[in-house]
């Protein structure tokens, strides 16, 4: 509790500079809509407005900065804008019945999740084994971690339409299975490197003990290794999800997808409705931190369960 | 059965020893080229003797030790554990080894801890339990089974990763500097415990320590040993009573012995400069 206070004293500190922030960006926007409004502007045209700084804008047009505060299309939409644009795609929907709706940000969210946890199991999957057999194995540590390390340099969005394209080539109905391999490639790395890491964690001493017991490989890896790498997995698990879900946005902003967060934030780009983006925005990032907070708590748990101070 | 085998139990100094090196040698091959880490170690430890290994670094004590364990292989000569070799030695789980750190698993609790041999060489759950309750005994920790170690003071973890290295009733004790890292006064109180824990249980127990008066007051054989090559310089056979207060070491027996191990030391080191 005695985090509230400054967790909220940066929160409005945010809010605060984004408020401010909306006078200038959204000035031209507003001074347009004064003109076609028949209202006098200075200078009144549009193309001499072009010229000017937004600072001297405001200074002339003092009386129309709030009208900044409230246009349909702004540059920059105010914190309130967004949280009703917010509540109107998601709660309000829900209110009415129709949460699934193809307007409701809960549905595409929903079908943005669906991916991201696919992804998030493929890639978790494929760096704990990717991990393992690094660290088991002198070859694969020389040559599949170069390649790891090379793969993360790709950006994503240059190699996410060329999976899609492949994935429909080999007969992949759907936007489903590329999401969810996109969304793996992102996510897989931070989990074979802290997985590598949280492996290689025991001393030599601790090998010693138990090769001192004879203790066969197996036994090593699952009564030392595996529970010592325990808390290293467990923060890439955090990294890893994040990732995943923007791996995921990823995937549904350039390939004509209709469905997602990425497909909404890509069609609100297009129609000009930027209260969409930012709506669109925050659903992620609230997505985001729900996922990384339940990833936190089952660390908590897991953590506890096995006797260490989380 | 048990009076016939103490009937028969034959005299210590006519039995073959438990533990022998001939001639050994180990030889480290580094980018700075050869290391010669053991040299020419001839020693025999007896059944339910406390050998003490003392030494500056490098003199290979902690060396001889692994070697004894099979955690290195010695390049030359011989080395047996119980007439065998050091590998099926540790397979036939002839000895239990205690590390300078206490090692113990952040995760498990005390008995877990000490389970984990016993879990690893497929011991019964019934019989896991009764052991770790008796081991935990002889340390002195009952009623800390259910702790985890950060729990525990130092010194209680250490006793801890002892009762883990006892576990499986191994008659040979390998101990790599166990009290290195402790304070002089909780030192003082686990060499007595270490004592006492020797007289009942009759391991034979191979020390390794940088401490003279350590070495002195627990050991029945002190082995003093010098670097470049590693190489034993003395071997003495402590004159002092198996009772031993703490006081024993203000006896004049007590300092001739410390007296004749520095001296060791001193000529080791002499062979340096």
């Known amino acids: 509790m005695r985090a509230a206070l400054p967790i909220l004293t940066v929160l409005a500190a945010i809010v605060a500079l984004w408020y401010a922030a909306v006078a200038p960006m959204n000035i031209r926007g507003a001074l347009d809509v004064a003109e076609r ?159 590598v890491k949280g492996l290689r964690s025991p001393g030599a001493a601790q090998l010693d003990l138990l090769k001192t017991y004879s203790a066969s490989g197996l036994q090593a890896f699952l009564k030392l290794r595996l529970p010592a790498s325990m808390p290293y997995l467990f923060t890439s698990l955090k990294i890893g999800i994040a990732a995943a879900l923007v791996g995921t946005i990823v995937g549904e902003l350039p390939t004509g997808a209709i469905s997602g967060l990425g497909a909404r934030i890509l069609i609100g780009d297009q129609f000009g409705t930027p209260l969409a983006i930012w709506a669109a925005l925050f659903a992620a990032a609230i997505l985001a931190g729900v996922l990384v907070t339940l990833l936190d708590l089952i660390q908590r748990a897991t953590l506890r369960r096995m006797g260490m101070q989380a | ?111 877990k801890n000490i389970a984990l041999p016993l879990e690893i060489m497929g011991y019964s759950k019934s019989e896991q339990d009764a052991r770790i309750e008796r081991v935990l005994d002889l340390v002195e920790l009952s009623n800390f089974g259910k702790k985890y170690p950060w729990q525990l003071s130092g010194g209680m973890q250490q006793r801890a990763s002892i009762a883990r290295a006892l576990a499986f009733d191994a008659d040979i004790l390998l101990m790599d500097e166990p009290f290195g890292a402790l304070d002089e006064i909780v030192r003082d109180h686990l060499n007595e415990q270490l004592l006492d824990l020797w007289a009942r249980t009759e391991k034979t127990i191979g020390f390794v320590t940088h401490s003279i008066p350590e070495a002195v007051y627990l050991s029945t054989k002190i082995v003093v040993m010098s670097p470049r090559p590693g190489r034993i310089t003395d071997v003495i056979d402590s004159p002092l009573p198996k009772e031993r207060p703490l006081d024993i070491r203000d006896t004049p027996e007590f300092l001739q012995i410390a007296h004749r191990v520095r001296e060791g030391l001193r000529a080791g080191h002499a062979y340096d400069d």
């Open chain 2, 1 to 111: 059965m048990l009076d016939q085998a103490e009937a028969s139990a034959p005299d210590r100094s006519t039995t073959k020893p438990v533990i022998s090196a001939k001639s050994l040698d180990l030889t480290f091959q580094t980018n700075d080229g050869p290391v010669h880490a053991l040299s020419g170690v001839d020693l025999d430890i007896g059944k339910g003797e406390f050998v003490s290994f003392i030494g500056p670094s490098g003199c290979g004590k902690t060396t001889f030790l692994r070697c004894i364990a099979a955690l290195e292989t010695p390049t030359g000569g011989t080395l047996t554990v119980n007439g065998m070799s050091p590998d099926e030695a540790r397979r036939a789980r002839a000895y239990g080894y205690v590390f300078q750190a206490a090692g113990l698993y952040p995760w498990r609790t005390i008995e």
């Open chain 1, 37 to 195: 409004a028949g209202e006098d502007v200075v200078p009144a045209e549009s193309r001499a407005r072009f010229d000017q700084s937004v600072w001297r804008l405001m200074l002339n047009n003092a009386e129309y900065i709030p009208l900044g505060y409230a246009l349909d299309r702004p540059r920059l939409p105010t914190p309130g804008q967004v949280g009703a644009e917010l509540w109107k795609t998601t709660g309000e929907m829900a209110l009415r019945g129709r949460p699934m709706s193809k307007r409701s940000l809960i549905y595409h969210g929903w079908i943005t999740l669906q991916s991201t946890l696919w992804g998030f199991a493929l890639g978790t999957v494929l760096g704990m084994a990717g991990a393992i057999a690094i660290v088991y194995s002198r070859v694969v540590n020389m040559s599949l971690m170069p390649w790891a390390i090379i793969s993360q340099t790709v950006p994503i969005v240059a190699l996410a339409p060329m999976i899609i394209v492949l994935s429909s080539q080999v007969g992949i109905e759907g936007r489903g299975v590329p999401k969810a391999i996109i969304s793996a490639y992102l996510c897989y790395f931070p989990v074979l490197v802290g997985m």
